[in-house]
């Protein structure tokens, strides 16, 4: 069993929709969570992080984490085609840790 | 501010040459990774680096090595290519100073060895 599963998608949506995009995982250790969005050919750049359970929201954004089931989401409301991506869950144990866990990434398409 | 910069873009190799991937950031960060994206597969961590002269084993370090004599720079090299090390690779970095949540991605180096 992988640490951090992902549906791969492809998702689909018209513009204006809201995207739910999730992971589950395994370690409970896991503290912090992150995701990350992936242009084609380009390198992932950093979302949204959170600390432990709770919501967080950034403009059109929210993260979402439920320890108790481990299980994270993102949420994106009014969906651009600017958003059409892959997204990338992340995770780590701990503050001082560098070894993030990365899901295999959802793909996003998001149509005009 | 160009963040962390990796070269080449792309490269085709045969099967047992020698490359050097070559990256380096701009700033200052302690930490830097490299990773390789296989379709569908997500990031795995090849090689990672708490600092200069200081570097350790990520998940998948077979076939890899890395050096890092300063902070700026983390190449990654490839002595003997084989197919299965066809994959797009991406260096990082990050600072402790933000619990390392958040890593600053290069623009990737694909790589096809036939």
Sequence with gaps: QKEVEQDPGPLSVPEGAIVSLNCTYSNSAFQYFMWYRQYSRKGPELLMYTYSSGNKEDGRFTAQVDKSSKYISLFIRDSQPSDSATYLCAMKERDSSYKLIFGSGTRLLVRP | ?114
């Design chain 2, 1 to 114: 501010n160009a963040g962390v910069t990796q070269t080449p873009k792309f490269r085709i190799l045969k099967i047992g040459q020698s490359m050097t991937l070559q990256c380096t950031q701009d700033m200052n960060h302690n930490y830097m990774y490299w990773y390789r994206q296989d379709p569908g597969m997500g990031l795995k961590l090849i090689y990672y680096s708490v600092g200069a002269g200081i570097t350790d084993k990520g998940e998948v370090p077979n076939g890899y090595n890395v050096s890092r004599s300063t902070t700026e720079d983390f190449p990654l090299r490839l002595e003997l290519a084989a197919p299965s090390q066809t994959s797009v690779y991406f260096c990082a970095s990050s600072s402790k100073d933000r619990s390392n949540t958040e890593a600053f991605f290069g623009q990737g180096t694909r790589l096809t060895v036939v």
